[in-house]
Nanobody
Framework: QVQLVESGGGLVQAGGSLRLSCAAS????????MAWYRQAPGKQRELVAA???????NYADSVKGRFTISRDNAKNTVYLQMNSLKPDDTAVYYC????????????????WGQGTQVTVSS
């Protein structure tokens, strides 16, 4: 079994900062891409930021220059540093990861965390 557990969400005023963490645990051989998504009430889930195993990153236009994704491969953990937060950033943030559970036979599965609420007040 594999679990992704997020932490770090909360309530913050506009202009403030939060740091989200997501730790993967369980039967893991290696982790490929990791990402953060978010879903606001009444909206579709959207990609916020992604990072490859080689630490190449990709961001949604709405968060470029404000959010930074990083990872610690030794800890199987991905982070999202969120600065200059806006009320529009209010959403449930979900961690996502492509995890290799075994090499032979090769087993690659995609996993989601349970989500963590981020609320930005104006």
């Amino acid at each position: 079994q594999v679990q992704l557990v997020e932490s770090g969400g909360g309530l913050v005023q506009a202009g403030g900062s939060l740091r989200l963490s997501c730790a993967a645990s369980g039967s893991i051989f290696s982790i490929n891409a990791m990402a953060w998504y978010r879903q606001a009430p009444g909206k579709q889930r959207e990609l916020v930021a992604a990072i490859t195993s080689g630490s190449n990153t990709n961001y949604a236009d709405s968060v470029k220059g404000r959010f930074t994704i990083s990872r610690d491969n030794a800890k199987n953990t991905v982070y999202l540093q969120m600065n200059s937060l806006k009320p529009d950033d209010t959403a449930v943030y979900y961690c996502n990861a492509d995890i290799v559970r075994s090499i032979w036979p090769r087993r690659l599965d995609n996993y989601w965390g349970q989500g963590t609420q981020v609320t930005v007040s104006s």
